[in-house]
């Protein structure tokens, strides 16, 4: 066996599935695995050069992968007015009022982050943007980016009044003369498309490093990026990705998903493949593939536009006629669904109520009933809440869970925007991970960053506890939705390489896979469920080489060898 470039000692090891191992050591030779052997046969690997890494009690884990996520619109966002950090509505306004001041030549103010339910109704009023901005636009969106807050310049400029109606697939917050009040839900933020400025290329192109500055050091070593394309002003990240391949800076493995326009109709799927493969054709999909389709069914439960199969109740407990929008017709979705399963296109969909759930678990039955067996793996994020009636489809369509376990947990947008709207007994369909998993359903693991933290040990610590940390609940939707935590760590590593087609080289510590790995200090299997938030990645490794490391000027417990041999 030859001698390794890197050796990893002194640690458990979580190969992708399952509980770890102990007492074994991780060779890794020309940026792959090349052997997992007992430590004390590990001194055998060790020649001049390499580099031995102490783990000193760490856990080494196959580097994570996010399988829902923005990270260009997320990057971007960095760079601009950025609300992610405000606490109230307060800090959110002295944000704008500071980057406003400090940037006196931009002639809008673009960003987003701001938090719904620090706002009464989780909608803000375009006064207080009128008080601190009153002679530029300003357009922000939500930290979910399913809404949009404007000034009254804004909207004149883009011709929004009390004439204006809401869209198909929207909803205007309005003030009682039906002048709009300041927020635009889902499809009405696309009301200041024209008017609006697009995103400097230039721009983009920094987001898409910034992200990936900020992902590979929460661990993140590959991701599906749920949007490529263009939606309410979310520049489309195409160009920004290959420019990075052609320079050499994308240092992870992407999937593209391309956009799905709602108010287009099935010509798109032709399209889509026609650009799948012009990327495969430029020998780029081993780094970056366009071989998804993403298909947004439905809004949000905290605006109302999450598609259910009950209606909404108002303020007072009374069922209103409102049940959310499904924002592509139940047969035409069908129909796309089926055509892009023939061409050998992933589907993924955004499905949050149980109405959108079963909508997409329709239109993946209707493709099998069509094609047959296929290895799409389509998978259905958000999930928030699913009918009892659809949790075992999963298994039997060979559709994938794609969970946000960082939003299974009470807090206050839940508490305050979405369960006192919703029917009785509905609070217990929050999420249902345990029961998915209970029967037979693949699980993948996302954050759907920026909308909330990127950082797979903080939505790991709600998988498994269901409860965020310094809230003082029960588990939302009962403990038996809990998850044990290899399983949930599985869901962030090997579960999405599944999804993203790459579980034959990632997502799984084996002879012959990538050494893309991340060093988690303190070992989460050594810690209560509780403390499982503390663990934090000590250091990144993308194909052998550290990429990141918690120590600015040296990797933690890594020391060049210029002997065969290992100290104990």
Known sequence: ???????????????????????????????????????????????????????????????????????????????????????????????????????????????????MDHFPGGAPVRGLLDAIVPDRPVLLVSRDHHSAWANTLAMRLAGIDAETADPVDGRVEREN????????????????????????????????????????????????????????????????????????TLKVHVVGAQWWERSRGIEQVDEMIRLREEIRARGHEERFSLATTKIMVDGVAENQTAAMLTPYRDGHGHDTHNHGLSFVDPELLAEAVTALDAAGQQVHFHALGDRAVREALDAVAAARQANGPSDGRHHLAHLQIVAEAETARFAELDAIANIQALWATHEDQIDELTLPFLQEGQEARQYPFGELVARGARLAGGSDWPVSTAD???????????????????????????????TALAAYTSGTAYVNHRDHDTGHIREGYLANLVVLEPDPFTVPAEDLHRTTVASTWIEGEPVYSRQADALPGTTPSTEPSLTA
């Open 177 to 248: 003369d039906g002048h709009p009040a300041g927020t635009f839900h889902e499809g009405a933020a696309d009301l200041f498309s024209d008017v609006r400025p697009g995103t400097d290329p230039e721009l983009v192109y920094r987001g898409l490093l910034r992200a990936q500055d900020e992902l590979i050091a929460l661990g993140i070593t590959g991701w599906q990026d749920a949007l490529i394309g263009t939606m309410s002003g979310v520049p489309d990240a195409l160009d920004a990705y290959l420019r990075a391949i052609d320079e050499g």
């Open 456 to 486: 797979p040990m903080a939505e790991i610590h709600i998988a498994v506890t269901r409860v965020a940390p310094g809230i003082d609940a029960e588990p939302l939707g009962g403990a038996h939705q809990r998850l044990d935590l290899a």
């Open 1 to 115: 066996m030859p001698v390794a470039d890197v050796l990893f000692t002194g640690g458990a090891v979580f190969t992708g599935t399952g509980e770890p191992l102990h007492g074994h050591a991780v060779a890794v030779t020309g940026g792959r695995i090349a052997a997992i052997v007992p430590e004390n046969e590990a001194s055998a690997l060790v020649g001049e050069g390499t580099r031995v890494v102490e783990l000193g009690g760490a856990l080494l884990s196959p580097g994570f992968q996010d399988a829902h996520i923005h990270p260009v619109g997320g990057g971007v966002e960095l760079l601009q007015c950025n609300l992610t950090e405000a606490e109230s509505a307060g800090e959110a306004v002295a944000t704008i009022a500071a980057y406003a001041a400090a940037n006196p030549d931009e002639p809008w103010i673009l960003g987003g982050g701001w938090s």
